[in-house]
């Protein structure tokens, strides 16, 4: 089945407009969990210490099937 998956973040919304076949929902959880690590350590690379953002992974109707909800913080101290 070809699912899609949709992103917002930081007040901006990424449509996917091509979407991807996957086996079923599984398949398209595990991607889209691929996905928010990488946005996760893209954001941290960058210097951000906090990150927020949601993928919806929806079917060709906008049925939304999975809401995938990351709010991350990295808490620095300095030891010694």
Same mark, same amino acid.
């Given at each position: &089945?070809?699912?899609?998956? @949709? =992103?917002? @973040?930081? $007040? /901006? +919304?990424?449509?996917?407009?091509? $979407?991807?076949?996957?086996?079923? =929902?599984?398949?398209? #959880? !595990?991607?889209? &969990?691929?996905?928010?690590? /990488? +946005? ?6 960058? $210097? *951000?210490?906090?990150?927020?953002? #949601? +993928?919806?992974?929806? /079917?060709?109707?906008?049925? @939304?099937?999975? #809401? =995938?909800?990351? *709010?991350? !913080?990295? @808490? =620095?101290? #300095?030891? $010694?």
């Amino acid at each position: &089945m070809k699912y899609f998956t @949709h =992103l917002t @973040h930081d $007040g /901006d +919304i990424t449509f996917d407009a091509d $979407g991807k076949e996957f086996a079923d =929902l599984q398949a398209a #959880r !595990s991607e889209a &969990m691929r996905t928010a690590g /990488d +946005i996760v350590a893209q954001e941290l690379w960058k $210097g *951000n210490e906090t990150v927020s953002f #949601r +993928i919806f992974v929806s /079917d060709a109707f906008g049925q @939304h099937f999975l #809401r =995938l909800e990351v *709010n991350a !913080s990295v @808490h =620095l101290t #300095r030891e $010694g």
